[in-house]
Protein backbone atom coordinates (compact mmCIF):
# COMPACT_ATOMS: atom_id res chain seq x y z
CA UNK A 1 0.00 0.00 0.00
CA UNK A 2 1.86 3.21 -0.90
CA UNK A 3 2.55 5.31 1.97
CA UNK A 4 -0.38 8.23 2.94
CA UNK A 5 0.49 11.63 1.56
CA UNK A 6 -1.27 13.24 3.96
CA UNK A 7 -0.25 11.61 6.80
CA UNK A 8 3.23 11.53 5.93
CA UNK A 9 2.88 15.48 5.27
CA UNK A 10 1.49 16.05 8.42
CA UNK A 11 3.93 13.95 10.02
CA UNK A 12 6.68 16.59 10.45
CA UNK A 13 4.29 19.07 11.53
CA UNK A 14 2.85 16.35 14.28
CA UNK A 15 6.74 15.27 15.56
CA UNK A 16 7.05 18.73 16.68
CA UNK A 17 3.71 18.87 17.98
CA UNK A 18 4.19 15.79 19.90
CA UNK A 19 7.82 15.84 21.22
CA UNK A 20 6.92 17.97 24.48
CA UNK A 21 4.26 19.74 22.86
CA UNK A 22 2.87 20.88 25.45
CA UNK A 23 5.90 22.33 27.40
CA UNK A 24 7.01 23.91 24.36
CA UNK A 25 3.64 25.66 23.45
CA UNK A 26 2.99 26.79 26.24
CA UNK A 27 6.55 28.16 27.38
CA UNK A 28 6.16 29.83 23.90
CA UNK A 29 2.38 31.09 24.40
CA UNK A 30 3.69 32.68 27.39
CA UNK A 31 6.31 34.12 27.09
CA UNK A 32 6.38 35.31 23.22
CA UNK A 33 4.20 37.53 21.79
CA UNK A 34 5.75 37.11 18.84
CA UNK A 35 5.19 33.56 18.59
CA UNK A 36 1.33 34.16 19.25
CA UNK A 37 1.63 37.05 16.73
CA UNK A 38 2.48 34.36 14.26
CA UNK A 39 0.02 31.79 15.37
CA UNK A 40 -2.27 35.02 15.09
CA UNK A 41 -1.63 35.86 11.16
CA UNK A 42 -1.70 31.90 10.29
CA UNK A 43 -4.90 31.69 11.81
CA UNK A 44 -6.04 34.99 10.21
CA UNK A 45 -4.53 33.45 6.83
CA UNK A 46 -6.76 29.86 7.60
CA UNK A 47 -9.61 32.03 8.09
CA UNK A 48 -9.91 33.82 5.12
CA UNK A 49 -8.79 30.96 3.09
CA UNK A 50 -11.73 29.37 4.52
CA UNK A 51 -14.27 32.02 3.64
CA UNK A 52 -12.90 32.27 0.17
CA UNK A 53 -13.57 28.73 -0.28
CA UNK A 54 -17.22 28.53 1.47
CA UNK A 55 -17.87 31.25 -0.90
CA UNK A 56 -17.29 28.69 -3.92
CA UNK A 57 -19.43 26.13 -2.56
CA UNK A 58 -22.53 25.41 -4.91
CA UNK A 59 -26.08 25.41 -3.02
CA UNK A 60 -26.18 21.49 -2.94
CA UNK A 61 -22.47 21.39 -1.38
CA UNK A 62 -23.72 24.55 1.63
CA UNK A 63 -26.54 21.80 2.74
CA UNK A 64 -23.79 19.20 2.38
CA UNK A 65 -21.63 21.44 4.95
CA UNK A 66 -24.79 22.15 7.09
CA UNK A 67 -26.04 18.36 7.01
CA UNK A 68 -22.24 17.28 8.21
CA UNK A 69 -21.80 20.01 10.79
CA UNK A 70 -25.16 18.76 12.17
CA UNK A 71 -24.24 14.82 12.08
CA UNK A 72 -21.01 15.54 14.30
CA UNK A 73 -22.72 18.62 16.41
CA UNK A 74 -22.58 16.53 19.77
CA UNK A 75 -20.06 14.52 18.94
CA UNK A 76 -17.12 14.77 22.31
CA UNK A 77 -13.60 14.87 20.78
CA UNK A 78 -10.35 13.58 22.85
CA UNK A 79 -8.78 16.03 25.04
CA UNK A 80 -5.40 14.91 26.67
CA UNK A 81 -2.58 15.87 24.25
CA UNK A 82 -2.17 11.48 23.61
CA UNK A 83 -5.36 10.37 22.33
CA UNK A 84 -5.62 13.69 20.54
CA UNK A 85 -2.93 13.18 18.01
CA UNK A 86 -4.50 9.05 18.25
CA UNK A 87 -7.49 10.78 16.97
CA UNK A 88 -5.94 13.01 14.68
CA UNK A 89 -4.14 10.29 12.68
CA UNK A 90 -7.25 8.38 12.52
CA UNK A 91 -9.36 10.59 11.49
CA UNK A 92 -6.31 11.57 8.43
CA UNK A 93 -6.26 8.19 7.63
CA UNK A 94 -9.75 7.55 7.13
CA UNK A 95 -10.30 10.83 4.94
CA UNK A 96 -7.88 9.83 2.89
CA UNK A 97 -8.69 6.13 2.52
CA UNK A 98 -12.44 7.87 1.74
CA UNK A 99 -11.77 10.18 -0.96
CA UNK A 100 -9.58 7.98 -3.31
CA UNK A 101 -12.97 5.75 -3.29
CA UNK A 102 -14.48 8.73 -5.25
CA UNK A 103 -16.84 11.68 -5.20
CA UNK A 104 -19.11 9.84 -3.70
CA UNK A 105 -17.28 9.46 -0.22
CA UNK A 106 -16.14 13.36 -0.22
CA UNK A 107 -18.74 14.41 2.47
CA UNK A 108 -17.43 11.95 4.37
CA UNK A 109 -13.91 12.46 3.56
CA UNK A 110 -14.48 16.28 5.00
CA UNK A 111 -16.05 15.28 8.05
CA UNK A 112 -12.77 13.60 8.88
CA UNK A 113 -10.50 16.29 7.85
CA UNK A 114 -12.60 18.73 10.00
CA UNK A 115 -12.63 16.69 13.09
CA UNK A 116 -8.98 16.13 12.70
CA UNK A 117 -8.26 20.12 12.55
CA UNK A 118 -10.35 20.43 15.35
CA UNK A 119 -8.11 18.66 17.80
CA UNK A 120 -4.92 19.50 15.72
CA UNK A 121 -3.26 21.81 17.94
CA UNK A 122 -1.69 24.09 14.94
CA UNK A 123 -5.25 23.98 12.59
CA UNK A 124 -3.72 26.74 10.65
CA UNK A 125 -0.67 24.72 9.22
CA UNK A 126 -3.03 22.08 8.57
CA UNK A 127 -5.59 23.68 6.66
CA UNK A 128 -2.12 24.81 4.74
CA UNK A 129 -1.25 20.83 4.23
CA UNK A 130 -5.11 20.00 2.98
CA UNK A 131 -4.23 22.86 0.48
CA UNK A 132 -1.55 20.99 -0.88
CA UNK A 133 -3.12 17.54 -0.59
CA UNK A 134 -6.15 16.90 -0.91
CA UNK A 135 -8.64 17.22 -4.13
CA UNK A 136 -9.97 20.75 -4.14
CA UNK A 137 -14.03 20.03 -3.64
CA UNK A 138 -13.06 18.10 -0.33
CA UNK A 139 -11.26 21.06 0.02
CA UNK A 140 -13.75 23.37 -0.37
CA UNK A 141 -16.08 21.35 1.85
CA UNK A 142 -13.94 21.31 4.89
CA UNK A 143 -13.61 24.96 4.67
CA UNK A 144 -17.26 25.64 4.70
CA UNK A 145 -17.11 23.73 8.00
CA UNK A 146 -14.81 26.08 9.46
CA UNK A 147 -15.94 29.52 7.92
CA UNK A 148 -19.09 28.14 9.48
CA UNK A 149 -17.32 27.54 12.74
CA UNK A 150 -15.78 30.86 12.83
CA UNK A 151 -18.90 32.45 12.12
CA UNK A 152 -20.54 30.77 15.13
CA UNK A 153 -18.11 31.97 17.34
CA UNK A 154 -18.61 35.66 15.99
CA UNK A 155 -22.90 35.19 16.43
CA UNK A 156 -22.67 33.56 19.59
CA UNK A 157 -20.45 36.41 21.50
CA UNK A 158 -23.19 38.01 22.28
CA UNK A 159 -25.36 35.02 23.68
CA UNK A 160 -22.73 34.48 26.31
CA UNK A 161 -21.92 37.75 27.10
CA UNK A 162 -22.88 39.59 29.37
CA UNK A 163 -23.05 36.84 31.68
CA UNK A 164 -26.67 35.97 32.89
CA UNK A 165 -26.29 36.43 36.40
CA UNK A 166 -25.88 40.38 36.03
CA UNK A 167 -29.44 40.96 34.53
CA UNK A 168 -28.13 42.51 31.30
CA UNK A 169 -28.10 41.82 27.90
CA UNK A 170 -26.55 43.76 24.34
CA UNK A 171 -28.83 44.54 22.21
CA UNK A 172 -28.75 46.51 19.12
CA UNK A 173 -30.24 50.19 19.11
CA UNK A 174 -31.42 52.22 16.46
CA UNK A 175 -29.27 55.16 15.85
CA UNK A 176 -30.82 57.54 13.45
CA UNK A 177 -30.21 57.28 9.14
CA UNK A 178 -27.19 58.32 7.14
CA UNK A 179 -28.09 60.65 4.79
CA UNK A 180 -28.50 58.56 2.06
CA UNK A 181 -31.01 56.78 3.96
CA UNK A 182 -29.37 53.93 5.40
CA UNK A 183 -30.37 53.33 8.99
CA UNK A 184 -28.05 52.92 11.66
CA UNK A 185 -27.67 51.02 15.05
CA UNK A 186 -26.06 50.84 18.04
CA UNK A 187 -25.44 48.56 20.99
CA UNK A 188 -27.00 49.23 23.81
CA UNK A 189 -27.51 47.37 27.64
CA UNK A 190 -31.19 46.18 28.16
CA UNK A 191 -32.24 44.82 31.73
CA UNK A 192 -33.21 41.21 31.39
CA UNK A 193 -35.99 41.31 34.22
CA UNK A 194 -37.91 44.52 35.93
CA UNK A 195 -35.96 46.37 38.69
CA UNK A 196 -37.69 49.58 41.57
CA UNK A 197 -35.75 52.18 41.85
CA UNK A 198 -32.99 52.20 44.39
CA UNK A 199 -32.01 48.63 43.68
CA UNK A 200 -28.46 47.51 42.41
CA UNK A 201 -29.15 45.75 38.78
CA UNK A 202 -25.33 44.68 38.54
CA UNK A 203 -21.50 45.03 39.41
CA UNK A 204 -18.41 44.49 37.98
CA UNK A 205 -14.90 45.05 38.30
CA UNK A 206 -12.30 47.00 35.40
CA UNK A 207 -10.49 44.78 33.31
CA UNK A 208 -7.75 47.42 34.43
CA UNK A 209 -7.77 51.11 35.94
CA UNK A 210 -5.09 53.17 36.78
CA UNK A 211 -5.38 55.60 39.65
CA UNK A 212 -5.21 59.44 39.79
CA UNK A 213 -0.83 59.30 39.79
CA UNK A 214 -1.05 61.94 42.70
CA UNK A 215 -2.55 59.67 45.03
CA UNK A 216 -0.29 56.68 44.72
CA UNK A 217 1.00 56.08 48.08
CA UNK A 218 -2.22 56.97 49.27
CA UNK A 219 -4.70 54.82 47.35
CA UNK A 220 -4.20 51.07 46.46
CA UNK A 221 -2.44 50.57 43.40
CA UNK A 222 -4.99 47.49 42.89
CA UNK A 223 -8.14 48.22 43.72
CA UNK A 224 -7.83 52.28 44.37
CA UNK A 225 -9.45 52.16 47.62
CA UNK A 226 -8.41 54.38 50.34
CA UNK A 227 -5.59 53.21 52.18
CA UNK A 228 -5.51 52.77 56.33
CA UNK A 229 -2.38 53.27 57.31
CA UNK A 230 -1.67 50.40 59.46
CA UNK A 231 -2.83 47.99 57.19
CA UNK A 232 -0.82 49.22 53.51
CA UNK A 233 1.01 46.56 52.38
CA UNK A 234 3.98 48.24 49.96
CA UNK A 235 5.26 46.66 46.69
CA UNK A 236 8.45 44.64 47.97
CA UNK A 237 10.45 46.14 45.21
CA UNK A 238 9.66 49.70 44.68
CA UNK A 239 8.65 52.67 47.33
CA UNK A 240 6.51 54.07 44.64
CA UNK A 241 2.89 52.28 45.13
CA UNK A 242 1.13 50.48 48.29
CA UNK A 243 -1.46 48.09 48.36
CA UNK A 244 -4.57 47.87 50.66
CA UNK A 245 -4.07 44.38 51.39
CA UNK A 246 -2.29 41.25 50.74
CA UNK A 247 -4.57 39.81 48.44
CA UNK A 248 -4.45 43.25 46.41
CA UNK A 249 -0.93 43.25 46.26
CA UNK A 250 -0.51 39.27 45.12
CA UNK A 251 -3.26 40.02 42.15
CA UNK A 252 -1.42 43.41 41.01
CA UNK A 253 1.77 41.39 40.41
CA UNK A 254 0.66 38.60 39.05
CA UNK A 255 -1.72 40.25 36.49
CA UNK A 256 1.22 43.66 35.47
CA UNK A 257 2.85 45.14 38.72
CA UNK A 258 5.89 42.55 38.67
CA UNK A 259 6.89 43.71 34.36
CA UNK A 260 6.10 47.54 35.39
CA UNK A 261 7.48 47.56 38.94
CA UNK A 262 10.03 50.74 39.12
CA UNK A 263 12.08 48.29 41.31
CA UNK A 264 13.16 51.60 42.39
CA UNK A 265 15.63 52.13 39.34
CA UNK A 266 17.55 55.11 39.63
CA UNK A 267 17.53 55.96 36.33
CA UNK A 268 14.44 57.98 34.99
CA UNK A 269 14.84 56.85 31.24
CA UNK A 270 15.35 53.38 32.08
CA UNK A 271 13.07 51.01 31.21
CA UNK A 272 11.72 50.44 34.32
CA UNK A 273 11.63 53.67 35.18
CA UNK A 274 10.45 55.78 32.54
CA UNK A 275 6.34 54.88 31.92
CA UNK A 276 6.19 55.88 35.70
CA UNK A 277 7.89 58.91 35.24
CA UNK A 278 5.84 59.97 31.91
CA UNK A 279 2.66 59.30 33.76
CA UNK A 280 3.74 60.88 36.98
CA UNK A 281 4.86 64.11 35.41
CA UNK A 282 2.01 63.91 32.73
CA UNK A 283 -1.17 62.93 34.30
CA UNK A 284 -1.57 61.09 30.85
CA UNK A 285 -2.93 56.93 32.17
CA UNK A 286 -3.28 55.98 28.69
CA UNK A 287 0.16 54.70 28.19
CA UNK A 288 0.24 52.77 31.71
CA UNK A 289 -3.30 51.74 31.53
CA UNK A 290 -2.48 49.80 27.92
CA UNK A 291 0.68 48.63 29.11
CA UNK A 292 -1.59 47.15 31.93
CA UNK A 293 -3.67 45.43 29.22
CA UNK A 294 -0.92 44.30 27.17
CA UNK A 295 1.05 42.13 30.16
CA UNK A 296 -2.24 41.36 32.08
CA UNK A 297 -3.53 39.64 28.98
CA UNK A 298 0.26 37.36 28.59
CA UNK A 299 -0.89 36.58 31.81
CA UNK A 300 -4.20 35.47 30.65
CA UNK A 301 -3.12 33.06 27.86
CA UNK A 302 -0.57 31.84 30.24
CA UNK A 303 -3.54 31.35 33.05
CA UNK A 304 -5.25 29.04 29.97
CA UNK A 305 -8.65 29.54 31.95
CA UNK A 306 -10.80 27.79 29.08
CA UNK A 307 -13.00 30.53 28.43
CA UNK A 308 -14.22 31.29 25.48
CA UNK A 309 -13.55 34.48 24.74
CA UNK A 310 -10.39 36.39 26.38
CA UNK A 311 -9.83 40.01 27.27
CA UNK A 312 -8.74 41.27 24.12
CA UNK A 313 -11.94 39.71 22.46
CA UNK A 314 -13.95 41.74 24.18
CA UNK A 315 -11.75 44.73 23.97
CA UNK A 316 -12.12 43.97 20.27
CA UNK A 317 -15.72 44.83 19.98
CA UNK A 318 -15.67 48.01 21.59
CA UNK A 319 -17.10 51.27 20.25
CA UNK A 320 -13.78 53.45 19.57
CA UNK A 321 -12.85 57.32 19.05
CA UNK A 322 -11.19 58.11 15.71
CA UNK A 323 -7.69 59.73 16.50
CA UNK A 324 -5.93 61.15 14.54
CA UNK A 325 -2.32 60.25 14.86
CA UNK A 326 -0.12 63.17 17.11
CA UNK A 327 3.20 63.13 18.14
CA UNK A 328 1.79 62.13 21.71
CA UNK A 329 0.96 59.13 20.17
CA UNK A 330 4.40 58.97 18.80
CA UNK A 331 5.59 59.33 22.00
CA UNK A 332 3.41 56.76 24.19
CA UNK A 333 4.03 53.85 21.60
CA UNK A 334 7.77 54.50 22.35
CA UNK A 335 7.17 53.97 25.99
CA UNK A 336 4.89 51.02 25.71
CA UNK A 337 7.56 49.64 23.76
CA UNK A 338 10.71 50.36 25.93
CA UNK A 339 8.65 49.60 28.97
CA UNK A 340 7.53 46.39 28.00
CA UNK A 341 10.20 45.47 25.21
CA UNK A 342 12.50 43.56 27.56
CA UNK A 343 9.57 41.49 29.04
CA UNK A 344 7.50 40.90 26.12
CA UNK A 345 9.92 40.00 22.97
CA UNK A 346 7.83 40.63 19.85
CA UNK A 347 5.88 44.09 21.52
CA UNK A 348 7.78 46.24 19.13
CA UNK A 349 6.15 44.77 15.94
CA UNK A 350 3.13 44.29 18.02
CA UNK A 351 2.50 47.91 18.39
CA UNK A 352 1.88 49.29 15.27
CA UNK A 353 0.70 53.13 14.58
CA UNK A 354 -2.55 51.41 13.71
CA UNK A 355 -3.19 49.12 16.21
CA UNK A 356 -2.09 51.72 19.15
CA UNK A 357 -4.67 54.26 18.07
CA UNK A 358 -7.27 51.61 18.11
CA UNK A 359 -6.82 50.68 21.41
CA UNK A 360 -6.04 54.02 22.47
CA UNK A 361 -9.64 55.22 21.04
CA UNK A 362 -10.87 52.18 22.80
CA UNK A 363 -9.87 53.02 25.78
CA UNK A 364 -10.76 56.94 25.62
CA UNK A 365 -14.17 56.53 24.80
CA UNK A 366 -15.08 53.43 27.17
CA UNK A 367 -13.66 54.91 30.56
CA UNK A 368 -15.16 55.54 33.49
CA UNK A 369 -14.12 57.78 36.10
CA UNK A 370 -13.67 56.34 39.70
CA UNK A 371 -14.55 57.60 42.93
CA UNK A 372 -13.72 55.81 45.85
CA UNK A 373 -12.30 58.33 48.05
CA UNK A 374 -13.95 58.01 51.89
CA UNK A 375 -13.88 62.05 52.08
CA UNK A 376 -16.11 63.47 49.78
CA UNK A 377 -14.98 66.93 49.91
CA UNK A 378 -11.58 65.56 49.25
CA UNK A 379 -10.36 67.78 46.41
CA UNK A 380 -8.70 65.57 43.92
CA UNK A 381 -7.26 67.87 40.28
CA UNK A 382 -9.76 66.28 37.58
CA UNK A 383 -7.46 63.47 35.62
CA UNK A 384 -6.83 65.59 32.17
CA UNK A 385 -8.21 62.43 30.27
CA UNK A 386 -11.81 61.85 29.34
CA UNK A 387 -13.44 59.82 31.13
CA UNK A 388 -17.39 58.80 31.57
CA UNK A 389 -18.65 60.42 35.02
CA UNK A 390 -20.83 63.01 36.19
CA UNK A 391 -18.27 64.01 38.78
CA UNK A 392 -20.49 63.89 41.87
CA UNK A 393 -17.72 62.81 44.12
CA UNK A 394 -13.72 63.05 43.68
CA UNK A 395 -12.60 61.06 41.03
CA UNK A 396 -9.45 58.77 41.97
CA UNK A 397 -9.01 57.01 38.97
CA UNK A 398 -9.91 55.87 35.99
CA UNK A 399 -11.25 52.00 34.59
CA UNK A 400 -12.05 50.08 31.22
CA UNK A 401 -15.22 47.56 32.55
CA UNK A 402 -16.20 45.03 30.38
CA UNK A 403 -20.28 45.27 30.66
CA UNK A 404 -20.54 48.64 31.62
CA UNK A 405 -18.85 49.73 28.52
CA UNK A 406 -21.97 49.31 26.42
CA UNK A 407 -23.89 51.53 28.62
CA UNK A 408 -25.61 54.55 26.45
CA UNK A 409 -25.31 58.24 27.75
CA UNK A 410 -28.49 60.15 28.59
CA UNK A 411 -29.13 63.62 29.81
CA UNK A 412 -31.58 62.16 32.12
CA UNK A 413 -30.15 58.70 32.78
CA UNK A 414 -32.37 55.79 34.83
CA UNK A 415 -29.30 53.90 36.71
CA UNK A 416 -26.50 55.82 38.06
CA UNK A 417 -22.59 54.24 38.93
CA UNK A 418 -22.02 54.01 42.81
CA UNK A 419 -18.67 52.24 44.53
CA UNK A 420 -20.23 50.94 47.46
CA UNK A 421 -17.30 49.63 48.60
CA UNK A 422 -14.93 52.54 47.91
CA UNK A 423 -13.16 50.27 45.94
CA UNK A 424 -12.51 50.02 41.91
CA UNK A 425 -16.19 47.49 41.86
CA UNK A 426 -18.97 49.45 40.00
CA UNK A 427 -22.54 49.17 41.01
CA UNK A 428 -25.59 50.25 38.67
CA UNK A 429 -28.11 51.49 40.44
CA UNK A 430 -31.77 51.91 39.14
CA UNK A 431 -33.11 55.55 39.64
CA UNK A 432 -36.59 55.19 38.87
CA UNK A 433 -38.66 51.74 38.27
CA UNK A 434 -37.26 49.96 34.76
CA UNK A 435 -39.12 47.50 33.19
CA UNK A 436 -38.10 43.99 31.44
CA UNK A 437 -36.18 44.65 28.04
CA UNK A 438 -36.10 48.86 28.95
CA UNK A 439 -32.47 50.23 27.97
CA UNK A 440 -30.08 51.30 30.80
CA UNK A 441 -28.21 54.71 30.32
CA UNK A 442 -25.83 56.70 32.51
CA UNK A 443 -24.61 60.38 32.65
CA UNK A 444 -20.86 60.29 30.67
CA UNK A 445 -20.40 63.75 31.82
CA UNK A 446 -21.22 66.48 34.45
CA UNK A 447 -24.73 67.94 33.39
CA UNK A 448 -25.52 70.30 36.69
CA UNK A 449 -26.73 72.97 35.16
CA UNK A 450 -25.26 72.58 31.74
CA UNK A 451 -27.35 74.16 28.75
CA UNK A 452 -28.72 71.76 25.41
CA UNK A 453 -26.10 73.63 23.37
CA UNK A 454 -23.71 72.68 26.01
CA UNK A 455 -24.11 69.28 26.64
CA UNK A 456 -24.32 68.96 22.70
CA UNK A 457 -21.02 70.21 22.24
CA UNK A 458 -19.49 68.65 25.24
CA UNK A 459 -20.55 65.03 24.18
CA UNK A 460 -19.82 65.65 20.68
CA UNK A 461 -16.40 66.51 21.28
CA UNK A 462 -15.89 63.80 24.00
CA UNK A 463 -17.70 60.89 22.48
CA UNK A 464 -18.97 61.98 18.54
CA UNK A 465 -22.28 61.63 20.65
CA UNK A 466 -25.41 63.22 19.24
CA UNK A 467 -27.37 63.02 22.26
CA UNK A 468 -31.18 61.44 21.59
CA UNK A 469 -32.40 61.57 25.23
CA UNK A 470 -35.71 63.07 26.00
CA UNK A 471 -34.10 66.49 27.26
CA UNK A 472 -32.23 66.74 24.21
CA UNK A 473 -34.87 66.40 22.03
CA UNK A 474 -37.63 68.47 23.91
CA UNK A 475 -35.34 71.45 24.24
CA UNK A 476 -35.14 72.23 20.34
ZN1 LIG B 1 -6.68 47.11 47.21
ZN1 LIG C 1 6.66 47.81 42.77
ZN1 LIG D 1 -29.33 64.44 26.13
Redesign the pocket.
Known amino acids: MKTSTIVAATVGVLTVATIGYAIYFDAKRRNDPEFRRKLKKERKRAQKLALEEAKKLSNRSAQTVEEALASIKDEDFPTSMEEREKFCMEQLSAGEALFTRGPQNYAQAAICFYKALKVYPAPAELVMVYQKTIPSEVFTLVMGMLSKDVQSKQEKYYTVFPPEDMNVKVDEKPEGVTADGQKVTRRGLVVTKAFTAGQAIYSEVPVINSLEPSLEGSFCHYCLKEIVQESAVPCSKCSQVVFCSQDCKDAASQEFHNILCTKNSEDADSPERSLYEYTKTTRNLVPEMLAKFLVKMVHEESMNSGAEYNSFDHMERLRYLEIPPSDEEEKEMELLKVALGSNIPGIDEFITAERYLLMKGRLLYNLYGISTSLDTDRTIKYLPERQRSIRDAPITGSGLYRVSSYLM????PNTKIVFSDHDHKLTIVATRDIQAGDELFVGYIK?GKLS?EQ??LE?FTKYRLQ???????TTD
Open positions: HSCENTRRLCMCPLCE
